[in-house]
């Protein structure tokens, strides 16, 4: 089938020309682009013009096979500011999409959202809450969840109240090249499997990058995760989360990366410092969080960790107080805290099928000269030790992540495991 091209023209080049917004009038420029969104058809090409488009009102679509695509994340903005209908910017419920070069900016709840999706790319899109951290602005950014091959790349996330960069209960997924500043958390990984994240920036948010399993959603058992290359650092911006997220509101301002509930996680080549709470953290759910589990399906525990080869430097340097667990922390710690935490907590399984001192298989080595701190929270915190030692070990590589949208070779991921 022939691609259908679409071409949304603006009219106000005369303020374009001046170096103003290109602002088409709401109704007409949302009712166009509305319509085309309900009629596109497999192989449509919905082509948005340079300029700055205010909505009031969420855009979506549901046909299979559509790209949208502007003129720059910089010069093609959709404007949500004072939104009066819906939550998403635009929300997203078909296969085969693409999604590249326009920005969405200030919409009430999350910028671009795409649901159960197959075969999905986003690329070159910037979605930002331009006012800054703040609790009233949408939690997510860029948001795929229950999708399967999924690609995200060269991509812009500001100012989300919980994660820029989200990818959930979803399958077979490459985020890279990205970059996250002033939300909450810069990318999460939750609940999803087979997820490649490398070449990405997590600077100047509350935490950088959270690889975890929560209870009590429709997909469990999130594993097999690789993080590499990626720059993590700075990420000192107070946690702007409103309580009514939930465990965002928890995460410690100053946290690089943290694993909690997941196995099977490789991170490596990775640049991580200056992460004021830690660097990073691997912790087990109930240690992080005290509320109970419901959900039989669920495992709180965390192993088969693989942290190797990274740069890792200069965290828990003034950690977040504002939290009282950070403080008990501090005091097992004796008022410091390390570039590495570590919980020290087994699933009771495995502790009654293996020996020796490490029997999680958490292997932490080549990773420059960091501090480190084993808070023996299953000892309830009387004994913790700051000796790598029994961390000192390899797992098995992880292999890469192989998606339609990325052919093999073109990523230049390298093997992890030695």
């Not at 589990?293 to 107080?321: A, C, M, W």
């Not at 504002?322 to 097992?332: E, F, I, S, T, Y």
């Not at 961390?391 to 890469?400: M, R, T, V």
Request: aromatic share 8%.
């Amino acid at each position: 089938m022939k691609n259908r091209l679409i071409v949304l023209t603006a009219l106000c080049g005369f303020a374009l020309a001046l170096g103003g917004c290109n602002r088409q009038p709401a109704p007409t420029m949302q009712k166009r682009l509305q319509e085309q969104l309900i009629s596109a058809k497999a192989g449509t090409v919905i082509e948005l013009p340079e300029g700055k488009f205010q909505l009031d009102r969420t855009l979506s679509l549901t046909a299979d096979g559509v790209t949208i695509r502007g003129k720059g994340m910089d010069k093609t903005i959709l404007s949500f500011a004072g939104q009066k209908e819906g939550a998403q910017g635009l929300l997203v419920k078909a296969n085969d999409f693409t999604a590249e070069d326009f920005a969405i900016e200030d919409s009430v709840g999350d910028g671009l959202t795409v649901q159960s999706g197959n075969n999905i790319i986003i690329r070159r899109v910037r979605v930002e809450w331009t006012r800054g951290p703040n609790a009233a602005n949408g939690p997510y950014a860029i948001y795929p969840t229950e999708c399967k091959n999924v690609l995200v790349e060269d991509s812009v996330a500001k100012g989300a109240a919980d994660a820029g960069f989200y990818i959930g209960q979803s399958d077979s997924v490459v985020m890279r090249r990205n970059r996250s500043e002033y939300n909450v958390d810069g990318y999460e990984v939750e609940n999803a499997q087979n997820v490649d994240v490398y070449d990405n920036i997590a600077a100047h948010n509350a935490g950088g990058i959270g690889v975890f399993n929560l209870p009590d959603l429709p997909k469990q058992g999130g594993q097999h995760v690789r993080v590499f290359r990626n720059q993590v650092y700075e990420n000192n911006t107070p946690n702007f989360a409103p309580k009514s997220l939930g465990p965002i509101y928890y995460l410690p301002t100053g946290t690089g990366v943290y694993i909690m509930a997941i196995h099977d996680v490789e991170e490596f080549q990775n640049k991580i410092h200056d992460n004021n709470t830690t660097n990073v953290y691997v912790i087990d759910y109930q240690t992080a969080l005290s509320d109970p589990i419901k959900d039989q399906r669920f495992r709180p525990f965390t192993d088969h960790i693989y942290l190797h080869d990274n740069e890792i430097s200069g965290g828990g340097k003034s950690p977040d107080v504002r939290l009282d667990g950070v403080k008990a922390l501090m005091q097992v710690g004796g008022g410091a805290l390390a570039d590495i935490l570590y919980d020290g907590v087994v699933d009771p399984k495995i502790m009654a099928a293996k020996k020796g001192r490490n029997p999680a298989e958490v292997c932490l080595v080549n990773n420059g000269s960091p501090t480190f701190l084993n808070l023996d929270a299953a000892g309830d915190f009387k004994h913790p030790k700051r000796d790598l030692k029994n961390y000192e070990c390899a797992l098995p590589a992880l292999e890469a992540v192989k998606i339609p949208q990325v052919t093999e070779g073109s990523d230049k991921a390298p093997a992890g495991g030695q």
